[in-house]
């Protein structure tokens, strides 16, 4: 039997399954947390929000180790899971959106996204070309420093019209979080150093209840269990600039899902294929199809996960499903979830430094491999990060363009995208074809 096959007995498949979980679910719970902050939901629709999430990201999980017939599934140790890559593009939604109609408007473009991809995922094969390293580097790079304001700003205290916002109680709660965070990392060993982050938001908020910083009113309001009610949130809308900033983030997702597919793949030792990767981002198309239903967002797959495969090198694909039915059970239990809520923003903002930090270092390492010693290279690269800048550096600067040009280039992701695939096609696709006859007629 393959390893990817093997059905583990108990004892060495929890424990497998737990260190799963432990590296995605801070990940998992960052998008509904910073987009429900964004539209100024309540405790309980926080709560609520979490938890679709979590079933979202188990149902998907689920169907990506398992399968479903010919359609749907990869059968890898592949966890699928609320990607931070749409956070950017749905908080610039959120901002140019009437209050009431933020996440219906959100959840429209998300119901898009998922159809695009279901449509596109067969072909996306022969659209890899256009997504090379050097784009998709960009891309992520840009997702790590355009998410950095949020950290700063929940260090501060997250209420932005607070009195006491940036008062020093709340710069120290974020600076021992992310002091717990970096000693773990550095003297830390194995399984410990792998929840380094959630060890880390666990001390702050230990250490935010003397001083009052600390909110357990989720807990006596959540329910032990229920399960999400469709459309919750308000039936979805459809906001054409909206609709086209996330069909952007969503290529670009699935180009993380194919690149971790293939890798995963090399490291069970069971190459990914077309059809495989087919499969695989069909489950990505089906579950962000799903989302906006139960109130989930843009699914991908999870890279921490395939580091997890490869440092442990527990390849069994039932072990990731365990992970998945353990999502689908933090789901289904809201009071599970709302104890995520009762993190105060100043640890979130702490761990929040080093989890998109992350990010901008691994767009930053998939930039190295990607030729830069080439003079056209650094000049793609050069321009799209500063499209992809301007906006954090000067948010008017775009006040003036049309209400969706606003939100297609508000959005530091969706911009510097667009700027790094055409510009990827002006140096490397245009006229390629005529200058290689000219150089072949020519030997």
């Given at each position: 039997m393959h390893p990817v096959d093997e059905k583990l007995p108990a004892a060495r498949l929890l424990p497998a399954a737990l260190q799963h979980i432990a590296a995605m679910y801070a990940g998992v719970v960052t998008p509904p947390l910073i987009i429900g902050q964004a539209v100024g939901l309540d405790t309980a629709g926080m709560t609520r929000l979490i938890a679709a999430s979590l079933l979202i990201a188990g149902l998907a999980t689920l169907l990506q180790t398992l399968g479903a017939g010919g359609f749907a599934g990869n059968r890898l140790p592949f966890v699928n899971a609320a990607s931070s890559a749409g956070i950017a593009p749905m908080l610039a939604i959120a901002e140019t959106s009437a209050p009431g109609h933020q996440l219906p408007q959100i959840y429209g473009a998300v119901l898009v996204a998922g159809a695009f991809c279901l449509a596109v995922g067969p072909f996306f094969g022969r659209l890899l070309r256009f997504f090379p390293p050097l784009v998709t580097g960009v891309v992520i790079t840009l997702i790590g420093v355009t998410l950095m304001p949020v950290p700063v700003a929940w260090a501060q205290g997250g209420d932005t019209d607070a009195a006491d916002f940036g008062a020093m109680r709340y710069l120290a709660l974020a600076a021992f979080t992310l002091a717990v965070i970096l000693v773990i990392q550095r003297f830390g060993r194995g399984f410990v150093k792998q929840v380094a982050l959630l060890m880390g938001m666990f001390a702050g908020t230990l250490a935010a209840?003397?001083?009052?910083?600390?909110?357990?009113?989720?807990?006596?309001?959540?329910?032990?269990?229920?399960?999400?009610?469709?459309?919750?949130?308000?039936?979805?809308?459809?906001?054409?600039?909206?609709?086209?900033?996330?069909?952007?983030?969503?290529?670009?997702?699935?180009?993380?899902?194919?690149?971790?597919?293939?890798?995963?793949?090399?490291?069970?030792?069971?190459?990914?294929?077309?059809?495989?990767?087919?499969?695989?981002?069909?489950?990505?198309?089906?579950?962000?199809?799903?989302?906006?239903?139960?109130?989930?967002?843009?699914?991908?797959?999870?890279?921490?996960?395939?580091?997890?495969?490869?440092?442990?090198?527990?390849?069994?694909?039932?072990?990731?499903?365990?992970?998945?039915?353990?999502?689908?059970?933090?789901?289904?239990?809201?009071?599970?979830?709302?104890?995520?809520?009762?993190?105060?923003?100043?640890?979130?903002?702490?761990?929040?430094?080093?989890?998109?930090?992350?990010?901008?270092?691994?767009?930053?390492?998939?930039?190295?491999?990607?030729?830069?010693?080439?003079?056209?290279?650094?000049?793609?690269?050069?321009?799209?990060?500063?499209?992809?800048?301007?906006?954090?550096?000067?948010?008017?600067?775009?006040?003036?363009?049309?209400?969706?040009?606003?939100?297609?280039?508000?959005?530091?992701?969706?911009?510097?995208?667009?700027?790094?695939?055409?510009?990827?096609?002006?140096?490397?696709?245009?006229?390629?074809?005529?200058r290689t006859a000219v150089a072949l007629k020519s030997s």
């Open positions: 209840i003397p001083f009052g910083l600390a909110d357990f009113s989720a807990l006596e309001s959540a329910p032990l269990a229920a399960l999400p009610t469709p459309f919750a949130f308000g039936h979805p809308e459809f906001q054409p600039a909206a609709v086209l900033s996330l069909c952007i983030v969503m290529l670009v997702l699935m180009t993380e899902s194919s690149a971790g597919m293939l890798a995963l793949g090399e490291i069970c030792e069971r190459p990914a294929d077309g059809r495989t990767i087919t499969r695989g981002l069909r489950t990505d198309g089906v579950a962000t199809l799903l989302g906006p239903v139960f109130g989930g967002f843009p699914t991908s797959a999870f890279a921490q996960n395939v580091g997890v495969v490869s440092l442990t090198k527990v390849r069994s694909r039932y072990v990731v499903a365990a992970a998945g039915c353990a999502l689908l059970v933090l789901g289904a239990f809201p009071v599970l979830g709302a104890v995520v809520s009762l993190v105060p923003m100043p640890v979130l903002g702490g761990a929040g430094i080093v989890l998109f930090g992350s990010i901008a270092v691994s767009g930053i390492r998939t930039l190295s491999e990607a030729g830069l010693d080439d003079s056209s290279n650094i000049i793609l690269v050069a321009v799209a990060l500063g499209a992809g800048i301007i906006p954090l550096a000067a948010p008017a600067f775009y006040a003036g363009f049309p209400s969706w040009a606003q939100t297609v280039l508000g959005s530091g992701i969706s911009a510097g995208a667009l700027v790094a695939v055409l510009l990827n096609l002006f140096f490397h696709h245009l006229g390629t074809h005529s």
